[in-house]
């Protein structure tokens, strides 16, 4: 029974680390794209 009490954590600990990475990989993502896409300091990339 604690064997399976242990696995069910293990699995929520790597749900949640996977969740978590997820969102900080998501986020630099969108940092880069916005840094490429807006226009820096009034100038236009085309």
């Not at 069910?8 to 600990?13: G, I, L, V």
């Amino acid at each position: 029974m604690m064997r399976r009490a242990l696995q069910a954590k293990m699995s929520a600990d790597g749900r949640e680390l996977g969740s978590v990475a997820g969102r900080e990989t998501g986020a630099r993502a969108f940092e880069r794209i916005t840094q490429e896409m807006l226009p820096e300091n009034g100038s236009r990339k085309s």
